[in-house]
């Protein structure tokens, strides 16, 4: 049997199941009152047909009287589900949303950390940083300073808050910084400046400064300033040019004293490769105004009397001078004293005193004897500034050293070659020399295809002369000879003693009449000589000659000599006085070896 429980069970509107319920009754109700006819009354029939009428007008009802509450129903139903939907999609959105403020919330506390943090960082710095810190606030008055500003200035930074910027600095600084700071307060970064800053002690201090614009939130409310003591790096810097300075001089003076090393080493070498004193003079020409630059010079040396200083070397303008100088030995404060001299106010009227103060002598001294004065003049120190041409009195005393010690081993070498190659008493070249000479003028004479005209003079009866005047007498006499040769020669010929009495004359380029007429002309001029000895005339002077030619009377040195000398003895033998020229077979006369015989005979 179905009850109200089992309807229950249903889903469905109230109204629903009471009119389930009551069809439910009349069903039952018909069904037993088909089942008992007997029991059938007017009201029974009358139920009964309600009860069939119910159970064919349920469906019709029930879908006339129940479809809007079903349609209700589903909507209701979707609207709750939507609801539901709606509800968590809030709650997840709730959910996203707090995690997302939890995250934000995060964030902005690490920020305001960070921030707490960088705070207390640029706290620090501003507060142990060794440069000045400043605020200045668009008016023109100090917000802020940091301590340093106390060390550097000497004011606490409170004396100064407050206050303008300008009252720090120098006047002469002002219009600088107010323009720098209209820039930055327009936006302008600057680069830095180099200002000046009054201490509380009244010292300047020197600093370099650095303005920007202070920009909080997009807007500029001030200007930040960070300016740093420049004292000690000045004093770095000038102490570091004052070494560069140093270093430079150094290096110039080391540049021209490895140049005046190396110059003084070519002097050396070139002095010591001269063979005669006129090539020494040249070198020292060529190099002394190297070793001297901007300075003028002349090199004085002592006559061969003594007496005079004769100049040989000079160079420069100023020495034009003194170039045509020629003074005593005395006159010289550098010579008396044996020592380098400035030359100044002792030298007032001396050859060596000019308009030109800044000069100085140096003497010539080599083993123990000296030689001359090396004398240096510079122009004025203003015309010479920045162009060394300061006198350096080392080097002159180094050069003055060497030329003296080369010049003393020249004149030396010529004593020695001299007294080699020419005659002690006549000053001619002797014998050695002139087989030496010969050998080569043939030689010379060969190879150009030229003549060679040789002469032998002989004095005759030269030992009448000793004999009655006395050996001085005739020594004056080979004397008198021997100079009288030596004015009536070429200079290409050459004039030697070849013994005795007996000279020798070699003439280059002479042919046999040139050379005859050479002899001839000799000899008259000889007996024209006047030769005096102690107030006495000699007498008359006559002489003998012997001439021989390259290549017409031989061919090699040691025949043409022989050829000569047999000429001079037939001259001797034909009476004397006279000019004899050898046969074209000379070489088959006596020998001078059995002539000599002959004579002393």
């Keep these: 049997m179905l009850t109200f429980k089992h309807l229950a069970h249903f889903r469905c509107p109230p109204a629903t199941l009471i009119v389930i319920a009551s069809t439910v009754l009349l069903c039952e109700t018909a069904l037993q009152l088909v089942g008992q006819p007997q029991r059938l009354t007017p009201f029974s029939d009358a139920l009964l047909r309600a009860a069939f009428l119910s159970v064919i007008l349920f469906p019709v009802l029930h879908f006339l009287l129940f479809r809007p509450l079903r349609q209700s129903s589903a909507e209701r139903e979707r609207a709750e589900a939507a609801l539901h939907q709606a509800r968590d999609e809030l709650d997840m959105r709730v959910a996203e949303r707090t995690i997302a403020w939890e995250h934000v919330n995060s964030r902005l506390q690490e920020e305001v950390h960070e921030h707490r943090e960088s705070e207390a960082r640029y706290r620090g710095l501003f507060?142990?940083?060794?440069?000045?810190?400043?605020?200045?606030?668009?008016?023109?008055?100090?917000?802020?300073?940091?301590?340093?500003?106390?060390?550097?200035?000497?004011?606490?930074?409170?004396?100064?808050?407050?206050?303008?910027?300008?009252s720090l600095l120098p006047s002469e600084d002002v219009p600088l910084l107010q323009q720098f700071f209209t820039f930055a307060l327009q936006g302008e970064t600057l680069p830095a400046i180099r200002l000046r800053v009054r201490a509380k002690s009244g010292q300047i201090i020197h600093g370099e400064t650095i303005v920007a614009p202070h920009i909080i939130a997009g807007n500029i409310v001030g200007v930040l300033g960070i300016a740093r003591d420049l004292t000690e790096r000045l004093q770095t810097e000038e102490a570091l040019c004052q070494a560069n300075e140093r270093l430079r001089v150094l290096v110039t003076e080391l540049r021209d004293h490895n140049r005046e090393t190396a110059l003084l080493a070519e002097f050396g070498e070139l002095l010591q490769g001269c063979?005669?004193?006129?090539?020494?003079?040249?070198?020292?020409?060529?190099?002394?105004?190297?070793?001297?630059?901007?300075?003028?010079g002349v090199l004085f040396t002592f006559k061969p009397s003594r007496d005079d200083l004769d100049v040989v070397v000079k160079w420069g303008e100023v020495a034009a001078e003194l170039g045509q100088r020629i003074f005593e030995p005395s006159k010289c404060w550098a010579l008396r004293r044996g020592r380098l001299n400035q030359v100044g106010s002792l030298c007032e009227g001396l050859p060596c005193r000019t308009a030109l103060t800044n000069a100085l002598c140096v003497p010539m001294i080599a083993q123990g004897?000296?030689?001359?004065?090396l004398h240096l003049q510079t122009p004025s120190p203003s015309e010479t500034e920045g162009q060394n041409g300061g006198l350096n009195e080392q080097l002159a005393l180094i050069s003055a050293e060497r030329i003296a010690m080369a010049l003393a081993n020249l004149m030396l070498r010529e004593t020695l070659y001299s007294q080699s190659v020419r005659d002690s008493l006549t000053g001619l070249f002797n014998r050695r020399f002139m087989e030496e000479t010969l050998s080569r003028e043939i030689r010379r004479a060969e190879r150009h295809q030229q003549p060679l005209g040789v002469i032998i003079l002989?004095?005759?009866?030269?030992?009448?002369?000793?004999?009655?005047?006395?050996?001085?007498a005739g020594d004056a006499l080979l004397r008198e000879v021997s100079g009288f040769l030596k004015a009536n020669i070429r200079g290409s010929d050459v004039a030697c003693r070849f013994g005795g009495e007996e000279f020798f004359l070699i003439l280059p380029e002479s042919h046999l009449e040139g050379t005859r007429g050479k002899a001839e002309e000799l000899r008259q001029k000889v007996s024209m000589l006047t030769v005096e000895y102690l107030g006495q005339s000699l007498g008359t002077v006559t002489a003998s000659l012997g001439v021989a030619v390259f290549p017409n009377h031989a061919l090699t040195a040691t025949t043409l000599l022989r050829t000569a000398d047999q000429a001079l003895y037939q001259a001797k033998r034909a009476g004397r006085d006279r000019v004899v020229v050898a046969e074209p077979d000379g070489g088959h006369g006596l020998s001078r070896n059995c002539r000599e015989d002959n004579e002393a005979a």
């Design 275 to 296: 063979t005669t004193t006129e090539e020494a003079y040249r070198v020292i020409g060529h190099i002394s105004p190297q070793l001297f630059p901007h300075t003028s």
């Design 127 to 166: 507060d142990t940083a060794r440069d000045a810190i400043f605020l200045i606030s668009p008016d023109g008055t100090l917000e802020a300073l940091n301590p340093a500003f106390e060390t550097i200035t000497g004011y606490e930074p409170s004396e100064w808050l407050g206050r303008p910027f300008e």
């Design 458 to 472: 002989d004095l005759d009866h030269f030992k009448r002369f000793n004999d009655t005047f006395g050996h001085d």
């Design 369 to 373: 004897e000296t030689l001359g004065v």
